[in-house]
Nanobody, 129 residues
Framework: VQLQASGGGLVQPGGSLRLSCAAF????????IGWFRQAPGNKREWVSC????????YYGHSVKGRFTMSRDNDENTAYLEMHRLKPEDTAVYYC???????????????????????WGHGTLVTVSS
């Protein structure tokens, strides 16, 4: 049972990248899936997430309008399209899957992800000229 994140790399400012997060050994359909990132010396930052039920997407303030998240339950995979990348987007990006909790808002549930939830290994995104 695991999540596999991929798609990181080096990109110039203003460029684009697409990250993927594939689930193996469990079905994503009942899970909120999304991304956190952590830059050296910084705390972990929530980036985005998408609900399992109606696929509503949510974004952190620093990426809203530039990043787009989607999920394909048939492929058991989620994607993060990142556009107009900035040097401050440089970080290790981690995908996570958190079981949806009835009565709790998606963002509240996802941002409380802990070691009991599913996490992928990080993928490094470097934005530099």
């Amino acid at each position: 049972v695991q999540l596999q994140a991929s798609g990181g790399g080096l990109v110039q400012p203003g460029g684009s990248l697409r990250l993927s997060c594939a689930a193996f050994g469990f079905t994503l359909e009942r899970y909120i899936i999304g991304w956190f990132r952590q830059a050296p010396g910084n705390k972990r930052e929530w980036v985005s997430c998408v609900s399992g039920s109606d696929r509503t997407t949510y974004y952190g303030h620093s990426v809203k309008g530039r990043f787009t998240m989607s999920r394909d339950n048939d492929e058991n995979t989620a994607y993060l399209e990142m556009h107009r990348l900035k040097p401050e987007d440089t970080a290790v990006y981690y995908c996570a899957a958190v079981l949806s909790a009835p009565g709790m808002h998606t963002i509240n549930t996802f941002t409380h992800a802990n070691e009991n939830d599913y996490w992928g290994h990080g993928t490094l995104v470097t934005v530099s000229s």
